[in-house]
């Protein structure tokens, strides 16, 4: 048995150069990698060459690999479909692992295994169980909006409603615009039907949005402004129950840690509730900082209550928006 070891900067070349030394192609003879060779460091020090060894083979083991590549062609009929039908049942265990039996020390006893089968079916013909369906809410059904009193177009009030039907039309949300002006003068818009608050957006910045284009468009080419103020669904009112509550909870986290806090960026509908809901709290004084978009309350403690309260040594509370209630 002839053998050859050799060495090149990779295994590759390594293999190249064995078998232009023994004059021999890669299926005559078998490799045996002893060592990939490494690069060292920065490809200078510590460098390694790639070894492998070149075993030629024997003459009976070359005819044994002629005959296994050209086996389809060599093989009788017989033998082919032989073949064939071996390579299609080892196909089917591969698909299928997890019917193999683990293999055991003890040769297993056949007569006991035929009895266990007998008694307990496989896991193949094991009946599978339903899973139980979950039930369905049943849909409450929605009443239909109360149809709106259609005001006079030339009206402020007649604008906005019109403004507001033909932008929810484009929308595609069928609601109600009912429009009425309150003591002071402003015009007050309920919307009824939009019960996905497709009209709300996040936080309510879709319905400050539309408000903000309806003002525009009621104050179009007058003289005196008109405030306009749009609700939907009663968004307003929970939104500044939301409010105050979290005012309340901010207020005394400002008491017992003796910092100021800073809430998140609010629109001036928002901030005067804020300020409002603090107005009368004792110790606690607020007031706006940064410039729109980004303005927002702080609440700080005032200083006569401040000598009061612990003094840790932490960094200015900032508002998170985790922390606030459900616009719903």
């Known amino acids: 048995m002839k053998q050859y070891e050799s060495e090149g900067r990779t295994v590759e070349e390594a293999i190249n150069l064995g078998l232009e030394r023994?004059?021999?192609?890669?299926?005559?003879?078998?490799?045996?990698?002893?060592?990939?060779?490494?690069?060292?460091?920065?490809?200078?020090f510590g460098s390694r060459m790639a070894k492998v060894l070149l075993t030629l083979k024997q003459e009976d083991d070359m005819k044994d690999a002629t005959r296994a590549l050209f086996a389809d062609a060599l093989d009788t009929p017989g033998e082919k479909a032989a073949r064939k039908q071996a390579q299609e049942k080892a196909e089917k265990l591969a698909e299928k692992p997890e019917q193999r039996r683990p293999s055991r020390a003890k040769k297993p006893d056949k007569a006991a295994d035929a009895g266990k089968e007998a008694d307990q079916?496989?896991?193949?013909?094991?009946?599978?169980?339903?899973?139980?369906?979950?039930?369905?809410?049943?849909?409450?059904?929605?009443?239909?909006?109360?149809?709106?009193?259609?005001?006079?177009?030339a009206t402020q009030e007649g604008k906005a409603q019109a403004?507001?039907?033909?932008?929810?039309?484009?929308?595609?949300?069928?609601?109600?615009?009912?429009?009425?002006?309150?003591?002071?003068?402003?015009?007050?818009?309920?919307?009824?039907?939009?019960?996905?608050?497709?009209?709300?957006?996040?936080?309510?910045?879709?319905?400050?949005?539309?408000?903000?284009?309806?003002?525009?468009?009621?104050?179009?080419?007058?003289?005196?402004?008109?405030?306009?103020?749009?609700?939907?669904?009663?968004?307003?009112?929970?939104?500044?129950?939301?409010?105050?509550?979290?005012?309340?909870?901010?207020?005394?986290?400002?008491?017992?840690?003796?910092?100021?806090?800073?809430?998140?960026?609010?629109?001036?509908?928002?901030?005067?509730?804020?300020?409002?809901?603090?107005?009368?709290?004792e110790g606690i004084s607020t007031h706006s900082e940064g410039e729109e978009p980004n303005r927002h309350v702080v609440i700080t403690v005032?200083?006569?209550?401040?000598?009061?309260?612990?003094?840790?040594?932490?960094?200015?509370?900032?508002?998170?928006e985790d922390e606030t209630a459900s616009d719903e």
């Open 121 to 153: 079916p496989s896991q193949a013909e094991a009946p599978k169980q339903p899973k139980p369906r979950r039930e369905k809410k049943p849909v409450e059904p929605q009443e239909p909006p109360t149809p709106a009193e259609q005001k006079d177009p």
């Open 302 to 320: 005032n200083k006569d209550f401040r000598g009061a309260a612990p003094k840790p040594a932490e960094p200015s509370i900032i508002y998170d």
């Open 163 to 281: 403004f507001l039907q033909e932008i929810t039309r484009l929308m595609g949300v069928d609601v109600s615009v009912h429009v009425r002006t309150d003591e002071e003068g402003a015009i007050r818009v309920n919307m009824q039907g939009d019960v996905l608050g497709i009209l709300i957006g996040r936080r309510g910045e879709t319905l400050d949005a539309l408000q903000y284009l309806t003002s525009l468009q009621v104050n179009k080419g007058e003289e005196d402004y008109t405030r306009v103020t749009l609700d939907s669904e009663g968004y307003r009112a929970k939104r500044e129950e939301a409010l105050i509550r979290l005012a309340n909870r901010m207020a005394n986290r400002a008491k017992k840690t003796g910092r100021r806090v800073s809430m998140e960026p609010m629109n001036p509908y928002e901030r005067r509730i804020l300020h409002s809901a603090l107005q009368n709290t």
């Open 22 to 44: 023994l004059s021999a192609s890669i299926s005559d003879v078998d490799i045996t990698v002893i060592h990939e060779g490494s690069k060292g460091l920065f490809g200078l």
